[in-house]
């Protein structure tokens, strides 16, 4: 158990609607990562937040965007959903900013389908 | 751009010791890790490595680096049969913003 929960577990949702998924951090992890895992691929890099500010950003469109919490809970909204955004999204958490190369603990995931 | 690859599939024998192997490109990786993942969770971090370090021993877990080669190699001895999962190498750059850059994993299967 790394601490850091997601939810919902699963969700369906139809091509063109709107998703919101939420992630609540370890405590004291004050950055959180949010990753793209479709089926038989490796963890793809979505975007970071630190501080409540996006740390670093992967190559997604726009219509991925996220939030962080004073608590820093987070959020990833995608917008406009296609068919390829169906995956298991992923969340991780750790202490501070990674320039300082603090590992990253994973939560369990959120599926999405998008039909 | 950066790449991580490894084998995709491996089985062993319960009891038998299990490679892994990862090969990445960038040579600014400073820290790489190996992560494990059941059927339907999440990633459970196993161990990590500090890109000036050769060797890094924990309990069952042996990692083995080859900077020159860009080579990563997690070594699980006396195999169990819940040890059965997917196993992903990723790479973190010198100064990146969390960026971890994962291979695809590797499905390791372990009979009885």
């Known amino acids: 158990e790394t601490g850091v929960t997601q939810s919902p577990t699963h969700l369906i949702k139809t091509r063109g609607q709107q998703v919101t998924l939420r992630c609540s951090s370890q405590?004291?992890?004050?950055?959180v990562s949010w990753y793209q895992q479709a089926l038989g691929q490796g963890p793809q890099f979505i975007f970071q937040?630190?501080?409540?500010?996006?740390?670093g950003r992967g190559n997604f469109p726009p219509r991925f965007s996220g939030l962080q919490f004073p608590n820093y809970s987070s959020e990833l909204n995608v917008n406009a959903l296609e068919l390829d955004d169906s995956a298991l999204y992923l969340c991780?958490?750790?202490?501070?900013?990674?320039?300082?190369?603090?590992?990253?603990?994973f939560g369990p995931g959120t599926r999405l389908l998008v039909l | 751009g950066e790449d991580v690859e490894q084998s995709l599939f491996l089985s062993v024998r319960e009891g038998d010791s299990s490679v892994i192997n990862c090969t990445y490109t960038?040579?600014?990786?400073?820290?790489l890790y190996w992560y494990k993942q059941e059927p339907g969770a999440g990633l459970q971090l196993l161990t990590y490595?500090?890109?000036?370090?050769d060797m890094k021993q924990d309990q069952r877990l042996t990692v083995l680096l080859n900077k020159k080669d860009k080579h990563l190699s997690l070594r699980i001895a006396d195999t169990q049969t819940g040890d059965s999962a997917i196993y992903f190498c990723?790479?973190?750059?010198?100064?990146?913003?969390?960026?971890?850059?994962f291979g695809k994993g590797t499905k390791l299967s372990v009979k009885p």
């Open positions: 991780a958490s750790s202490p501070q900013t990674s320039y300082t190369g603090e590992t990253q603990y």
């Open positions: 405590s004291g992890h004050n950055t």
């Open positions: 937040y630190y501080r409540e500010e996006e740390n």
């Open positions: 960038d040579s600014s990786s400073t820290y």
């Open positions: 490595i500090f890109s000036n370090m």
């Open positions: 990723a790479e973190r750059e010198e100064g990146s913003q969390g960026n971890l850059i």
